[in-house]
């Protein structure tokens, strides 16, 4: 089966269309939550205490799931969510590391939420789209892509029934099924767990990056936890951004001594 009959065969059980927003110090200014039980998507705005008190990616993350999740719960409940935020400095070009991302969940290894520090360039798309962070919560009845397309400010919550489950397979049909020219394939990231995260606790997130040298997105593992496993359990097959904008202009001031 092609690409082209692969994505006629998706259904959208939700969609949201959202504006365009400027970065400002770094934030985008609002989330995106995705439940996938319901099939609902909500844009959720980021207050100036969110700023604040809980700065950076894992703040963040551990914000979000605090006012998501009401009390001790397994792994595997419906409640559990994958969060994922690149923080202020995220995509920032004056500083090495920023296309980096936190992930958070409740670890099917330890019981407790987990936090995994992960390369690829998901989370920094991810705020060019228009998002400072990813929430999921729920478990669908079937196989699902959440999709974050800046280029046409939709996010999208699809079946996903005839595409590959192992990364690698997985993140070249999602780069070329969402990129609508060669230029574009650079401008996409995935998030997607291997099949062998369907069969133990220890599945790692898989985060791509397009590689034009070998034209064919790499990838790189939040590996601490398990979250591979969550993703899995809830029927995600993938989490995409797409963002074709340029990056924001960042202006680093130093007061003189």
């Known amino acids: 089966m092609d690409l082209a009959q692969m994505k006629a065969a998706h259904t959208v059980l939700a969609e949201l269309d959202y504006e365009p927003v400027q970065i400002e110090r770094g934030y985008a200014g609002q989330t995106i939550y995705v439940n996938l039980s319901e099939s609902r998507i909500e844009k959720r705005p980021v207050t100036p205490y969110m700023k604040d008190v809980f700065t950076g990616g894992k703040g963040f993350d551990l914000y979000l799931m605090w006012h998501a ?33 936190i992930v958070t969940g409740i670890s099917p290894t330890t019981g407790s939420v987990m936090d995994s520090n992960v390369g690829g360039h998901f989370g920094p798309l991810l705020k060019f789209a228009g998002f400072d962070a990813l929430e999921v919560q729920g478990k669908a009845a079937q196989d699902v892509l959440v999709v974050v397309d800046g280029k046409r400010r939709k996010v999208t919550l699809e079946t996903a029934p005839h595409e590959a489950v192992n990364s690698y397979d997985l993140a070249d049909q999602l780069h070329h099924m969402y990129a609508d020219t060669p230029d574009e394939l650079q401008h996409i990231s995935s998030v997607t767990a291997g099949r062998g995260a369907e069969h133990t606790l220890i599945g790692c997130l898989n985060f791509s990056f397009y590689d034009h040298r070998r034209a064919v997105p790499r990838l790189k593992q ?15 097959k993938g989490l995409v951004a797409k963002a074709l904008h340029d990056r924001p202009r960042w202006q680093i001031s130093v007061a003189n001594p």
């Open 69 to 101: 999740i009401q009390g001790p719960i397994a792994w595997d409940d419906p409640q559990n969510e994958i969060v994922v935020c690149s923080g202020p400095l995220g995509g920032t070009p004056a500083f090495s590391g920023t296309s980096k991302s």
């Open 222 to 236: 939040a590996g601490r936890g398990g979250l591979g496993t969550v993703l899995r359990n809830k029927k995600i």
